[in-house]
């Protein structure tokens, strides 16, 4: 599970017919669900509501489990439970602790209730799943696929195997299964937190961080990806003809974060993909069968039985860890896949703690549902505190009436004697049980089952009393054998009179791969219903190596399949994927030549992710050419992944550029292809041009700085500075907008004389003026007494937040005189929530010391895992190494934590062998960054590093401390250094003897060397030299992993008066609660000890406001449902509380936090009121704030709006919207 969060409850809806049933009370005076003595008395199970026909009893509480999550029976009865001790940890403590584990229950008298509990598996990790296969229980625990084997049947598993691995993981649940298919295979999800995978056969996948449906044989062999995409797929249900289900967490956020129910189809990826996937594009993203809102998936099933009444058959139940209900789907054939009939809450509670995780079928027909507790709070908004002592437990529902059902599990049937011929009429038998155990019963006799089981699948031709569910059970068990008399016997199957049948009989051919099938797969693929075609396109995808020949003939089939009209996405997917995994370049380059768009488009896709392909500009740039959007569309994405063809593009581009008709189709294909080739030393230079030049129409030249502005220029090129320059001159607004977001993302300094002309003329709004002067103020700049004015006037309720953001903004950067900076003190007393956590940076940058961090960074290697710390600055989620400060040992653990590949610190790039100065922000004095190479032209590894530099740059009158950090992460064989500094104070030589395991904390002289109040020279240099230490026993020159240099603040920027006049404005201020105590704390801690003493008192206001939330919120919730929808809708909008800015309801509104139009069916009335009365209290997950840090050192704060393997969108207050390389760092 992978758990949301949004803000706003609206709208309470009823529950029809249910009873309210209280399961306390059902303990004490119902005695089929008494106690016995091994439950815990203390416990009460919480409310829910259910169906009026239903009625439930509690199976397993405390203490035979506490805290239970995922589960699974065996062929026995007993239950195998993933269980947790109800601590929440992240991934070096569960390394260390290893605390979960595998629980098995057994009912040891019949009477439907658990009564005795064995620990199967100890010392687990995150067990998240089991399933019962071949005598041995298979269970998902990262970072691993295990088989775990009790071979002695003392109820402890003595073997453990890894099949599968390795999976990344933080503490938060990630990973789900496994589950076996219909075939025989094992299928397992997850991924979200990477991963880098090989199978137990030694056959590597790769890595990525796309979550996915993954699956492998039984053994850990034949490892594959099924599909991938969404953030969290969860469990893995089968529909009877084999289509694949998991409920997935966010599957999208258009109009909101979403979770859905969704149907798989082989090498697919989901509408929305979170991460860089491994498999290839289709242009067909799956869409969702259902979509609801933040409900955190959990727990999923199929109804199979026949204990339940007839319209329960093939019933979806699906569990919401943050609803805290079960929905129940129905669904019915739509196409090539589905769409529901019934999507309801069937379960429901209204207790906090009641989390419902999951729900399975018991072999009587009875469900069985797992209540997880309270104990789970990492990556879950409605449990933000941990409560392990809200137990969870197991139910079990029946419906009232429900007819017992004799010998559930077939125990009664001699399994070992029977004959093949009358174990398959058991394939029709009405217990599940009973039919896979027959399934796999007949697959491990192999030869000997399939003269029967082919009996069966012929029968229909000769009338024999046979059903579809056994015909099509057969084939599944057919499927598993996979010899040669199977495979004749499917290919028979092909011809079955039920669709459903003959779609089972493709997918297990096509997972056979059998070659002989082909010519018949291909008359299906024209033929057949749309579900069987998918299955076939699917089979034929697997044929490369089987056909004989070439598959010319596969491609000509599947190329006519996607020319018909009555395809979907689910087709049109599987036939596209099919056409990429034959590889048959020659055979698809003849789809280019069709008149049907879609056919093209296929072969377009096809060919551009083929090895070895033939593809030619030439061949897509005539594609453009088209009046179907799609295709063109798919052209441009084509054409702007290959850089390569840039010279040939310019010609296209400069057609575009010159005309002064551009048309609104072209004008949004040379947005597109600009935006890409932005920088491009043939495409640049058009640009440039058609900016400078009179001739060039004035949409034409707002197309291109909308493409600069949101191209992947690091830095804005000094080729586009004289064309922007030029038209600063005009008095057209638009297009001056157009240039202040130009530079606002790709920041110079060059054009700041022009947008100081914006700012002095009051012919334009003030929105542009302020947006220009923040600019302006980014860099450094002063502020005239007009500009000042400018941004004091916008602090007014009727100017849109964003605007008073922005104001905000530029009083916190800009240059300030003395009393321009009292001035903003003063202010503090004055301006709202939003403005006031702004205007406090101010104060927060003047005092701070200014720190420079100095890391080396290999040429051509990932972000360097170099160390640094920020001692003094308070906001420590403004950068990484702000809260880190090795020196207190926080730095050892959070690299730790990382497995040593944490990439946060330094995008230093490699530059010759000189260090010099490179500002993470040039523009802001209080990060900057050196680059170091001390091999000639750049490269090598640490031991070939020369062990000698100067840094210049240094102010002579002042006096630095600088950290000299030799290991980065432990190593057996300690690499230290002696390290020698020269400077106006004279030569100084620390010792560090380097980094060990036994290790717990960084420490001076082991880890780094510090030297305080160092002078530097006159001409304001300082020399650091550095050999192996002593003890090195790897040999090198010793180790360079970093430096940190501090300077002192500016003496102005602690000036007392300034203080005062500043904790005079805070303790005015109505807006105070929107800052954090220690915030204040760490601040004034930098000023003498009387202007502490002055803001204590504020410090202690704030910490009491915070305790005093909870009252707060628990003295309205009486009146929570007296709200007026009206008034409602009007502070909604309005702009002072201006939640619209950010949020989105019934179509109106901004997109930087979650859509609010649905938020009263998943969230309680409690979590909605503070989200409102208290909004900075609780972030909904997805939404988390990042700090982005690009290669050339912008720094953009913000959510991500908008995921893609490449790059992101990163949308943030200023209502921009960022894309972002793919190779940044988040922090």
């Not at 309210?20 to 416990?43: G, R, Y």
């Not at 009625?55 to 509480?61: D, F, H, N, S, T």
């Not at 309005?1134 to 009263?1160: D, Q, Y």
Request: hydrophobic share 40%.
């Amino acid at each position: 599970m992978l758990f949301d969060y949004q803000y706003a409850r609206l709208v309470l809806f009823p529950l029809r017919h249910r009873s309210i049933i209280f399961l306390l009370m059902l303990v004490v005076w119902n005695p089929a669900i008494a106690l016995s003595n091994k439950q815990d008395t203390e416990f009460t199970p919480p409310e829910m509501q259910i169906p009026d026909d239903y009625e439930i009893e509690l199976v397993a509480g405390p203490p035979l489990v506490k805290h239970p999550m995922l589960a699974a029976f065996d062929d026995r009865g007993r239950l195998f439970v993933a269980e947790t001790d109800g601590v929440n940890l992240r991934k070096e403590e569960l390394l260390e602790a290893r605390n979960r584990f595998i629980r098995m229950l057994e009912d040891t008298d019949g009477d439907g209730k658990f009564d005795k509990s064995t620990i199967f598996a100890d010392n687990m990790i995150m067990p998240e799943g089991a399933l019962w296969h071949d005598g041995a229980l298979y269970v998902i625990s990262a970072p691993y696929l295990w088989r775990l084997e009790d071979t002695d049947d003392d109820g402890v598993a003595d073997k453990r195997e890894k099949l599968v691995g390795k999976f990344d993981f933080n503490g938060n649940p990630n990973l789900t299964g496994p589950y076996l298919g219909p075939c025989g295979r094992i299928y397992f999800t997850g991924g979200a937190f990477g991963y880098d995978l090989e199978d137990a056969g030694g056959q590597k996948l790769g890595a990525s961080s796309a979550a996915g449906v993954f699956s492998c044989k039984a053994d850990g062999t034949d490892l594959q990806i099924f599909g991938q995409g969404t953030i969290n797929p969860v469990e893995v249900i089968f529909s009877p003809a084999g289509e694949l289900f998991t409920t997935v967490a966010i599957f999208d956020n258009e109009g909101g974060r979403h979770d859905a129910l969704m149907h798989w189809v082989d090498g697919c990826l989901s509408k929305q993909v979170w991460g860089k996937p491994l498999l290839p594009k289709t242009g067909h993203p799956l869409p969702a069968v259902c979509r609801w809102g933040q409900v955190a998936p959990a727990g999923l099933m199929r109804y199979r039985g026949a204990g339940l009444s007839d319209e329960y058959k093939n019933n979806i139940f699906a569990c919401q860890f943050n609803t805290h209900q079960v929905m129940r789907v129905e669904l019915e054939r739509n196409g090539a896949s589905f769409l529901p009939t019934r999507d309801e809450p069937w379960i429901t509670s209204s207790e906090m703690d009641f989390h419902p995780t999951d729900i399975f079928e018991d072999a009587d027909g009875s469900l069985l549902m797992i209540d997880t507790g309270g104990w789970l709070y990492y990556g879950c908004p409605t449990s933000k505190i941990a409560k392990p002592n809200i137990y969870g437990a197991i139910y079990r529902l029946r419906q009232k009436g429900m007819k017992k059902i004799d010998d559930p599990r077939g125990n009664k049937l001699d399994w070992k004697q029977a004959p093949s011929q009358e174990m398959v009429t058991w394939l029709d038998d009405p217990r599940p049980a009973v039919r896979d155990r027959a399934i796999d019963t007949l697959a491990r006799r192999s030869d000997e089952s399939v003269g029967a089981l082919t009996e069966v699948i012929e029968s229909r031709e000769k009338n024999s009393a046979t059903t579809i569910q056994q015909r099509r059970n057969a084939v599944w068990a057919l499927s598993r054998i996979g010899n040669d008399a199977a495979r004749d016997t499917l290919r028979t199957a092909l011809s079955d009179p039920d669709a459903t049948v003959r779609q089972a009989a493709v997918r297990s051919l096509g997972i056979l791969a059998d070659g002989p099938a082909i010519l018949k797969l291909c008359q299906i693929l024209q033929s057949d219903t749309p579900p069987v075609r998918r299955a076939t396109a699917t089979a034929l995808g697997k044929m490369k190596h089987k056909a004989k020949g070439s598959t010319s003939s596969i491609v000509a089939a599947l190329l006519k399949g996607i020319a018909r009209e009555d395809n979907d996405d689910y087709l049109l997917h599987a036939q596209t994927y099919a056409l990429i995994q034959l590889r048959n370049p020659d055979a698809t380059m003849k789809g280019l030549a069709s008149v049907n768009p879609r056919v093209q488009k296929a072969a377009l896709l096809a060919l551009n992710q083929m090895p070895d392909s033939p593809l030619d500009h030439q061949d897509v740039i005539v594609l453009l050419d088209t009046t179907d959007p799609v295709l063109r569309t798919t052209a441009i994405e084509v054409i702007t992944q290959h850089k390569e063809w840039a010279e040939k593009i310019a010609e296209v581009v400069a057609d575009w550029l010159a005309d002064p008709n551009l048309d609104q189709e072209n004008r949004a294909l040379a947005k597109a292809v600009l935006t890409t080739f932005a920088d491009d030393s043939d495409i640049q230079p058009l640009m440039a041009a058609a900016l400078e030049a009179e001739t060039t129409a004035s949409e034409t030249k707002m197309l291109i700085l909308d493409a600069v502005a949101e191209s992947n220029l690091e830095a804005m090129p000094d080729t586009f500075l004289e064309g922007m320059r030029q038209l600063t001159a005009t008095k057209d607004a638009e297009v001056l907008q157009r240039i202040v977001n130009s530079v606002a993302m790709k920041d110079t300094d060059k054009l700041d004389d022009a947008l100081r002309s914006i700012c002095e003329s009051d012919q334009f709004e003030d929105p542009l003026r302020v947006s220009a002067l923040a600019i302006i103020a980014r860099h450094g700049g002063g502020l005239s007494d007009a500009d000042f004015e400018l941004l004091v006037d916008q602090f007014d309720e009727e100017v849109i937040p964003l605007d008073r953001i922005r104001a905000a903004t530029a009083l916190a950067t800009a240059g300030l005189t003395r009393e321009q900076t009292l001035r903003v003190a003063d202010l503090m007393g004055t301006v709202g929530p939003l403005e006031l956590p702004v205007l406090l940076e101010r104060f927060e940058r003047d005092s701070a010391p200014v720190v420079v961090n100095v890391d080396v960074q290999p040429a051509k290697a990932k972000l360097h895992r170099g160390v640094a710390a920020y001692q003094d600055e308070p906001q420590e989620h403004l950068a990484v190494w702000n809260s880190w400060d090795p020196m207190n040992g926080k730095g050892f653990l959070y690299l730790r934590a990382s497995d040593g590949a944490y990439s946060g610190l330094s995008l230093s790039p490699i530059d010759g062998a000189d260090l010099r100065p490179y500002n993470i922000n040039r523009f802001d004095r209080l990060i900057g960054d050196f680059v170091y190479n001390g091999i000639e032209g750049g490269g090598g590894a640490h031991q070939s590093f020369e062990n000698h530099f100067t840094i210049s740059g240094f102010k002579p009158e002042l006096k630095y401390d600088i950290f000299y950090y030799g290991s980065a992460y432990p190593k057996p064989n300690a690499r230290g250094a002696e390290v020698t500094l020269t400077s106006g104070n004279g030569s100084e030589t620390r010792e560090i003897r380097g980094l060990q395991p036994e290790n717990k904390h960084y420490e001076e002289g082991i880890t780094h060397a510090k030297f305080e109040r160092v002078k530097p020279h006159d001409d304001g240099t300082v020399d650091i030299s550095w050999k192996s230490f002593r003890n090195d026993k790897e040999g090198n020159f010793g180790i360079l992993n970093g430096l940190t240099i501090v300077a002192p603040a500016d003496a102005e920027g602690r000036n007392p008066e300034i203080a005062h006049r500043m904790l005079d404005g805070m303790s005015q201020s109505t807006a105070l609660s929107s800052l954090q105590p220690e915030r204040i704390e760490k601040l004034i801690a930098r000023f003498p000890q009387h202007v502490i003493d002055k803001g204590k008192p504020l410090v202690e206001k704030l910490r009491v406001s915070n305790e005093n939330q909870a009252k707060h919120l628990a003295e309205l919730m009486p009146h929570i449902g007296n709200g007026d929808p009206q008034r409602g809708k009007a502070v909604f909008f309005g702009n002072k509380a201006a939640c619209h800015t950010c949020h989105r309801a019934h179509g109106k509104g901004g997109e930087v936090g979650p859509e609010l139009t649905l938020i009263g069916r998943i969230r309680t009335d409690r979590d909605l009121a503070e989200s409102i009365v208290y909004p900075s209290s609780t972030i909904a997950n997805g939404y988390t704030t990042f700090s982005i840090i690009t290669g050339s050192g912008r720094v953009f704060d913000g959510v991500i709006h908008r995921k893609h393997p490449t790059p992101s969108i990163c949308g943030w207050q200023i209502s921009l919207k960022k894309k972002l390389p793919e190779k940044i760092s988040r922090r």
